[in-house]
């Protein structure tokens, strides 16, 4: 926003256009709007204003179009109508440290592509960003704008001198050593290396936990050995505290002695300017590494025009947005992405809220593969991308002497839930679920009381960072399935109206299991064989009518052959549970029964 103001008569138009400029601090804490003022009618003239136009006034330089403000010349009005209408091609986008809605004007329009990158507040500019507004600017030129292709090349020419300026900003103000020097920064007699406090815009961004930590990293302590082991493990160091001696200072060359007087107060602004631009530089290397992207490699060989106008070929434009990987790394491996061990920190997901599908650019990040990334996306080409959760403790092996769990993730649900051999009763947690704990604890319980059953596994998975196929995506944990074998479109699910309890999950695994792995499970389960005897003389019943019915209809003397053998194993089975001597031979004879019954029904 341009103001031009006359103010030579009255000061108000200016007072009015500097509390504008504060005012928009409330509601743009990152300052993605810059605001200036020119009090002189010919610069106004140059900055595109009329001669004859009525002063105060003021314009709204967008990046495609330029707005003239037609109201009232008040603070409120003129913040009003900046935010009323601007728009951009790629914002910033804060997440508060409670709920918010800063997302959903995004989403709910349709896919938005998030770029998680470190936003460095101590660096004049963050490359990667840069990358998205060249990209989005281009994106967006629907009207094949030359002013819009000027404006993104410049960006692409900053971006492409940004490495270089800023390792030259680093010889101006460090110097480096070897390793084993004993150097050690000398100290001056006013304390100039003090805690440094976060700039006043972060207390709207971000939560006080936060900044309280960001601060505490950014503390820099001018005791000797303190600041030779910090400035070693960098192998930098910093002169004097980024203080230089009088001698020191920077002198300007004197061309003409005898017409040009240099100020020695000039000498001074300039020595002090340098000292806190280095104080800068080394704060944000503190707080983390500068990152630039990669540069296009010729052999890419992407045809960058396909990508103008590419958001009005079709309805699948995207909005375009960035989010600071430093803060934000959690909202990061939401979506699938662990920023903290990707290049520079920094990755890029398509997310669409309405679908619920998410699409993460694999690889380096340059301008070829974004600028191919949003084609991808537009031509719906892109392959879904599955997030599946790692965790280091559980893939290690389960120790000697323990009972474990198997965990579970994306890439394996699906082979072990449906294996057709196995019953499988899965545990679906999350780590945001405060009952997950209680229940995780009873179903590992249940697992070790039913581990002599054969062909019986116990697992679990995180559903909340693993994507499942959406039939078996639960809405609330904890949940428990029971998928039996051959039979996995008969899953049952635990009524969540009862509690997980052993007793309640006992009674429920044993209603779904097969009646011969219902049978060995209650002969090592507690020893009850009363109710054990009870079952086989149910499963006797069960075969002599199958038996009768084969005979009527005629079957093959192999078919019946084997009813008859399940018969006698189930006589002998009944016969041995009526005296513990006879224990052993019924767990083999049971053991025979059931190998039996699964080659019958093969």
Not at 217 to 230: F, H, I, V, Y
Not at 541 to 569: A, D, E, F, I, V
Request: charged letters at 20%; hydrophobic letters at 35%.
């Amino acid at each position: 926003m341009v103001s031009c103001v006359d103010i030579s008569s009255s000061k108000s138009g200016y007072l009015a256009a500097y509390t504008s400029a504060l005012r928009a601090l409330e509601r743009d804490p990152l300052q993605e709007v810059s605001f200036a003022v020119a009090t002189s009618r010919k610069t106004c003239l140059t900055l595109g204003f009329e001669e004859d136009v009525a002063l105060p006034s003021a314009k709204l330089h967008l990046w495609n179009e330029t707005i003239d403000y037609e109201g009232d010349w008040q603070s409120d009005s003129l913040v009003k109508w900046v935010f009323s209408n601007i728009h951009q091609v790629a914002v910033w986008v804060t997440l508060p440290g409670s709920k918010s809605m800063s997302l959903a004007p995004y989403v709910e329009e349709g896919p938005a592509l998030v770029m998680f990158t470190p936003r460095n507040p101590f660096f004049a500019t963050s490359p990667y960003f840069d990358l998205l507004r060249e990209i989005g600017l281009e994106y967006y030129n629907c009207n094949n704008n030359s002013l819009v292709s000027s404006l993104a090349q410049h960006l692409a020419t900053r971006r492409a001198t940004s490495k270089t300026e800023h390792r030259n900003e680093e010889k101006l103000c460090f110097t480096p050593i070897a390793k084993g020097d004993n150097y050690c920064p000398r100290t001056t007699s006013a304390p100039t290396c003090a805690t440094v406090t976060l700039p006043a815009a972060i207390n709207f961004t971000i939560s006080t936990r936060l900044l309280r930590e960001k601060a505490e990293k950014l503390k820099w302590d001018t005791s000797c050995e303190d600041a030779q082991q910090r400035l070693r493990s960098e192998l930098w160091k910093a002169e004097n505290c980024l203080v230089p001696l009088a001698e020191e200072r920077l002198v300007v060359p004197n061309v003409n002695s005898t017409s040009i007087t240099i100020d020695p107060k000039v000498l001074a602004l300039r020595s002090t300017h340098k000292q806190l631009e280095c104080k800068r530089l080394l704060l944000g290397r503190r707080l983390h590494v500068p990152v630039f992207p990669k540069k296009a490699s010729p052999n890419e060989g992407f045809d960058f025009g396909q990508l103008r106008g590419l958001s009005c070929s079709n309805n699948r434009s995207l909005s375009l947005l960035a989010v600071d990987s430093l803060e934000f790394e959690a909202f990061a491996k939401y979506l699938g992405v662990d920023t903290s061990r990707t290049p520079d920190r920094t990755a890029v997901v398509i997310f669409n809220a309405a679908a619920e599908t998410s699409n993460v650019l694999s690889g380096p990040i340059s301008k070829a593969t974004l600028s191919s990334f949003l084609v991808n996306h537009t031509s719906n080409t892109l392959p879904r991308s599955v997030r599946t959760f790692h965790r280091d403790e559980y893939q290690r092996a389960c120790p000697s002497g323990s009972f474990c769990v198997r965990e579970l993730n994306s890439s394996n649900f699906l082979p072990t839930v449906l294996n057709d051999s196995e019953d499988v009763v899965v545990l679906f947690h999350s780590p945001l679920c405060g009952m997950c704990g209680s229940a995780s604890l009873t179903f590992l319980t249940i697992a070790r009381l039913f581990r002599k059953t054969c062909n019986l596994r116990f697992v679990r998975v995180d559903g909340e960072n693993n994507d499942l196929p959406w039939h078996y995506t639960m809405e609330s944990y904890p949940a428990i399935l029971f998928f039996p074998a051959q039979r996995k479109s008969e899953s049952r699910i635990f009524p969540k109206t009862k509690v997980v309890s052993v007793q309640t999950l006992t009674h429920f695994v044993l209603a779904n299991l097969r009646p011969e792995s219902r049978l060995q499970s209650l002969l090592s389960l507690h020893g009850n064989k009363r109710q054990a005897r009870l079952h086989t003389l149910t499963a006797l019943h069960g075969l002599h009518s199958q038996y009768r019915l084969s005979k009527l209809n005629r079957s093959s003397m192999l078919s019946r052959r084997r009813l008859k053998q399940r018969s006698q194993y189930l006589r002998l089975l009944h016969l041995a549970l009526s005296d513990a001597r006879l224990e052993a031979e019924a767990t083999a004879s049971l053991n025979r029964y059931y190998r039996l019954s699964t080659n019958l029904r093969a």
